[in-house]
T-cell receptor, first 118, second 113 residues
């Protein structure tokens, strides 16, 4: 069974500093995708970044980068130059990319609440 | 491009009452998902549609929850009768196909008293 673990219920970071949010996963599927979503207090889930299990390079999207360590089954999110607007819940998720599996079904972790201090 | 629309945004009912949520996915998106997000947890899939067919409803409490996607576009999720533990945010998401990125709507926050 697939599982996502986020061990940091809450994190604080000073504005303009970098922060790393931890995510470990467990799966027996050879092909899978890893995702990070941001959920502000308004409730909408906002897609941030995606990493495929066969991607050779770590994914980057603007100030977001994903530190993918396949052997350790970790997919940590790094936010550089934190801004006040980054304060939100952050969820790590994964899904199988195998046909015949739970196609498209995202498995989410419990999330990390990030607070950016001015 | 318009995003995923959901209504209502908030709903308060008493236990044993029924409630229905509506979702309009992004135009052209074949795959539609309903997730339940209980406070303090990540979303959990309830049901997944591919066009108007059900792909996965293994975690849908079928004795009280039902969902349909007529004509492969809009979808409704119904709870009848509601229980206290159904208090949650119900998120609708859609994707072009199941392999593509999922876009989420703003959610419906349900409170069961």
């Amino acid at each position: 069974a697939q599982k996502i673990t986020q061990t940091q219920p809450g994190m604080f970071v000073q504005e303009k500093e970098a922060v790393t949010l931890d995510c470990t996963y467990d799966t027996s599927d050879p092909s899978y995708g890893l995702f990070w979503y941001k959920q502000p207090s308004s409730g909408e889930m906002i897609f941030l970044i995606y990493q495929g299990s066969y991607d050779q390079q770590n994914a980057t999207e603007g100030r977001y980068s994903l530190n993918f360590q396949k052997a350790r089954k970790s997919a940590n999110l790094v936010i550089s130059a934190s801004q006040l607007g980054d304060s939100a819940m952050y969820f790590c998720a994964m899904r199988s990319m195998n046909y015949g599996g739970s196609q498209g079904n995202l498995i989410f972790g419990k999330g990390t609440k990030l607070s950016v201090k001015p | 491009e318009a995003g995923v629309a959901q209504s209502p945004r908030y709903k308060i009912i008493e236990k044993r009452q029924s409630v229905a949520f509506w979702c309009n996915p992004i135009s052209g998106h074949a795959t539609l998902y309903w997730y339940q997000q209980i406070l303090g947890q990540g979303p959990k899939l309830l049901i997944q549609f591919q066009n108007n067919g059900v792909v996965d409803d293994s975690q849908l409490p079928k004795d009280r929850f039902s969902a349909e996607r007529l004509k492969g576009v809009d979808s409704t999720l119904k709870i009848q009768p509601a229980k206290l533990e159904d208090s949650a945010v119900y998120l609708c998401a859609s994707s072009l196909e199941w392999v593509n990125e999922q876009f989420f709507g703003p959610g419906t926050r349900l409170t069961v008293l």
